[in-house]
């Protein structure tokens, strides 16, 4: 049976075996964590403790501000070292609460199962999301109770879960589908109360036959869910290319997946999802993917938000002599960091540590107009069109020819014999596009 899919996109090397049999692990509880008050897109939020408050674990350390915005809760117990600004692996820089930890792991008392959770009103489990200061944990960081709240005049009729996980190299989706399917499944059955839905899919690449067996095995009869094997092939996680291949339907230019009927939410969104409905347990841990060829011992790796990769990377082992470059997340769609002193964020999926010859970067040389950019493209555009616009200060013209329709997957400079450096121009022309409209009004 042919597998459905989108068009364009590439084949990277995936380097999924480094981690896809390792079980999660435990990182043992850091002994200071800096907590950025910024790990969501939107609003930042209002600080609500000071240097010397006693904190313990689950308790709420800042406050949103406004709509689009979530609050930022303490990952471990202990003592406010104070809020200072710090290296930030999205931002470049940004203020984070400093926590010294007092090594008891104590928790806030709101955190205990409640036996009817599914029958609360739809209202009360956003307000529980809300609280818990849940965003996209795919990468998105997204407001998810925002997500899960469609203006009026768009009709849902499918949610969908990205199992995905097409990021080269990133396995933490993977292993939360085979350690944790109930509770990734109860968070779905979550959402689509939530929407008010009654088809859900959930859409994983064929490459994860162990989760696609499971997860078929675990949905419960009656749910209306229906898993999906999908080909492996990158960008296939990305929203508009999961709908296209799972639905058969286009999000139109400028618009987003609520135009067209649909709401996409990740795997491990969906397990937070349950864990702030059920426990109201805050979003104070995610697993990361310690990755590549530049690390000792990979791992998929359950880690306090705020600690620093450093203490992660000790707990697998450390460097290996050649490692060479730090990437937030994986090779495609990653940043990358200047210093292991950055802290893990709700968006962190992976740290991928890369050796000397992987880290390169060649030198751009002439387009050969070859075109190969242009079949590879997931959104249908014209990437060097788009980047001799951007160099040559066209912007508005590059507007005009769908740059904001770009999701930066990165493949047309994966593909592109001449290392032209297309992404990093789009990306500077769509800052640019953004800064003309917040002129105009």
Not at 42 to 64: D, F, I, M, N, R
Not at 72 to 99: F, L, M, N, Q, T
Not at 232 to 241: D, F, I, M, S, T
């Amino acid at each position: 049976m042919k597998l459905r899919t989108f068009a364009g996109g590439v084949h990277p090397f995936d380097g999924k075996k480094f981690t896809e049999k390792k079980p999660i692990e435990k990182l043992p509880l850091p002994k200071q964590v800096s907590i950025p008050l910024q790990q969501h897109i939107g609003a930042p939020t209002v600080p609500l403790v000071e240097k010397g408050s006693e904190v313990a674990a689950g308790q709420k350390l800042a406050e949103a501000n406004g709509y689009i915005s979530v609050p930022v809760h303490a990952s471990i117990s202990g003592k406010v070292k104070g809020i200072e600004e710090i290296d930030h692996p999205v931002a470049g820089r940004g203020k984070a609460v400093i926590i010294e930890g007092d090594g008891n792991e104590k928790w806030i008392d709101s955190i205990q199962f409640d036996e009817k959770y599914f029958d609360l009103p739809v209202n009360d489990m956003r307000t529980r999301i809300k609280e818990a200061g849940l965003a996209g944990m795919g990468g998105a960081t997204f407001p998810t109770h925002v997500k899960l709240t469609p203006p009026s005049g768009k009709a849902i009729d499918t949610a969908i879960l990205n199992g995905v996980e097409c990021e080269p190299y990133l396995t933490s989706d993977h292993r939360l589908m085979l350690e944790h399917p109930e509770e990734i499944l109860n968070g779905f059955r979550i959402i689509m109360k939530i929407l008010g839905v009654k088809r859900g899919i959930i859409g994983i690449e064929s490459n994860k036959k162990d989760a696609i067996s499971l997860m078929k095995k675990s949905v419960p009869k009656g749910a209306g869910i229906e898993v999906v094997s999908l080909p492996v092939k990158y960008p296939q996680g990305a929203e508009k290319q999961l709908i296209k291949a799972t639905l058969n339907r286009e999000v139109p230019s400028g618009g987003l997946p609520m135009d067209i009927g649909v709401v996409v939410q990740n795997v491990g969104t969906a397990r937070a999802v349950f864990e702030a409905v059920a426990y109201q347990r805050p979003l104070t841990q995610r697993v990361v993917t310690v990755t590549g060829p530049g690390i000792k011992e990979p791992k998929n790796v359950l880690v306090p938000v705020g600690t620093a990769f450093q203490n992660v990377i000790d707990f697998c082992g450390g460097l290996t002599d050649k490692a060479s470059k730090i990437v937030m997340g994986g090779p495609m769609m990653g940043i990358t960091q200047p210093s292991l002193a950055v802290p893990v964020l709700k968006g962190t999926s992976g740290i991928l540590i890369l050796e000397d010859k992987q880290a390169h970067l060649e030198a751009e040389e002439p387009c050969i107009n070859c075109g190969r950019c242009v079949a590879v493209c997931p959104s249908n555009l014209l990437p060097t069109t788009l980047q001799r616009l951007v160099i040559n200060d066209r912007i508005e013209l590059a507007e005009r020819f769908h740059i904001m329709d770009c999701i930066e997957c990165g493949s047309c400079s994966y593909i592109c014999p001449a290392n032209r450096y297309l992404v990093q121009s789009i990306r500077h022309g769509k800052q640019q596009v953004i800064q003309l409209r917040k002129k105009a009004g």
